[in-house]
C-alpha cells in the first residue's frame, strides 16, 4: 500500500463514522441512506483489495528458504562424500567436479544450486553403497534428488503470490476512483442540504471529508525484535525501486536496509529510535530481496515496526 492508497483510506473511513454518528439526521435526507449502503461496501471492498495488494508472501518465502536449506545440507554431505571417495581412488576428474566449499551451498544463487547438486547427484549415482564408509548413503542420495525437485518447485511460488498482489492493488485503484466519484458526485451534493439547516454538522462532514496526507494509521506491515548478535530478516520480498519502507525502532540505535543474503545487511542505513524514514528501496540499495535489521550493540534487543508501500 503507497502513501496515496493510505490517505484515501484513512478519509473514507472518517466519512463512514461521520454518517454512523449521524445516521438518524442524514438518512432522512431522500436516497442518501441507499449511497451511503453503496459507500459502505464499497469502502469494505477496498479495504480487502488493499490488504490482499500487499499480503505477506514471507509463507512462500520460509517454505522455500526450508527446502533451501535442506538442499544445502545434503549437496555438502554428498560434495564430501564425493570428494573423500575420489581422493581415496586417486580420481582427480571426480574431485574437481565434487569438491566444494562449505560456502558455495549457502552463497549460491537458487539457479547455481540447482544446476552444481543436479551434477552432484549424476556422479554419486553410480557409486550408491559405494560412498557409505564416506558418509553418504544410498538413501541421502535419493534424498538428494528429491531435495532438488522439491526447491525447483517451491521457487515459482513467490511470483505467483506477487502477481496475486499486482492484480488486487490494480483492482483497489479501480474501486479508490469509483467511491471518489460517488462522494464528489452524489454524496457531497447530498450533504450539502445541512450547509444551511444544520451548519455544525455540514462542518464535521468536511473535515471528515478532508484528505489527510500527514498521518499514516495503518498497522504496519511486520514488526518483532532484534538483537545485535546477528542480521535479523524482516522479510523477504523481490526488489522494487521504487517501493517505499518505513521504519521505526525502540530500544536503543540500529542499522537496517537490503541484503541478497541473510548473512549480513549488504545496504545498510543507520537508524536511532527518534527517526522515522520513509525511503525508496532504490536510495537504500541497488538489489536485494532481504529487508533486514540490526541492533547496533551487539548486547542490546530493539523492537522495530515496518510500513511497506508499494507503488500502484
Not at 110 to 126: C, Q, S
Not at 212 to 230: L, M, R, S, V
Request: aromatic content about 8%.
Amino acid at each position: 500500500m503507497n502513501n496515496n492508497s493510505e490517505d484515501y483510506l484513512f478519509m473514507f473511513l472518517k466519512v463512514r463514522n461521520h454518517y454512523l454518528a449521524n445516521t438518524v439526521v442524514m438518512d432522512a435526507v431522500p436516497t442518501l441512506q441507499a449511497e451511503y449502503t453503496t459507500y459502505n461496501t464499497r469502502v469494505d471492498t477496498y479495504m480487502t483489495q488493499l490488504s490482499n495488494s500487499t499480503a505477506d508472501t514471507s509463507g512462500y518465502t520460509l517454505d522455500k528458504e526450508s527446502k533451501r536449506k535442506n538442499l544445502e545440507a545434503l549437496g555438502l554431505k554428498i560434495s564430501n562424500a564425493l570428494t573423500a571417495h575420489a581422493v581415496a581412488n586417486n580420481n582427480a576428474i571426480n574431485r574437481k567436479l565434487a569438491d566444494y566449499p562449505t560456502s558455495y551451498f549457502t552463497l549460491a544463487n537458487a539457479e547455481d544450486l540447482i544446476a552444481r547438486t543436479k551434477a552432484l547427484y549424476l556422479l554419486a549415482t553410480p557409486l550408491l553403497g559405494v560412498l557409505l564408509p564416506f558418509g553418504a548413503s544410498s538413501a541421502d542420495v535419493s534424498n538428494l534428488n528429491l531435495a532438488i525437485n522439491s526447491f525447483v518447485l517451491a521457487n515459482p511460488q513467490g511470483s505467483i503470490a506477487i502477481d496475486i498482489r499486482k492484480e488486487n492493488a490494480a483492482l483497489a485503484e479501480e474501486t479508490r476512483l469509483l467511491i471518489v466519484d460517488q462522494l464528489t458526485n452524489k454524496i457531497d451534493v447530498l450533504v450539502r442540504v445541512f450547509e444551511t439547516s444544520n451548519a455544525m454538522l455540514y462542518g464535521t462532514y468536511q473535515s471528515a471529508r478532508a484528505l489527510d496526507i500527514t498521518g499514516t494509521p495503518t498497522a504496519p506491515a511486520f514488526e518483532g525484535t532484534a538483537t545485535g548478535a546477528t542480521p535479523h530478516l524482516i522479510t523477504n520480498i523481490p526488489f522494487t525501486a521504487n517501493r517505499e519502507l518505513r521504519l521505526n525502532i525502540i530500544g536503543g540505535n540500529a542499522i537496517w536496509g537490503l541484503s541478497n543474503n541473510i548473512a549480513n545487511i549488504e545496504f545498510a542505513v543507520p537508524i536511532q529510535p527518534s527517526e522515522n524514514p520513509r525511503l525508496q528501496c532504490i536510495t537504500i540499495g541497488p538489489n536485494g530481496n532481504n529487508i533486514m535489521v540490526q541492533a547496533s550493540n551487539p548486547a542490546e534487543t530493539i523492537t522495530y515496526k515496518l510500513w511497506v508501500y508499494e507503488e500502484n
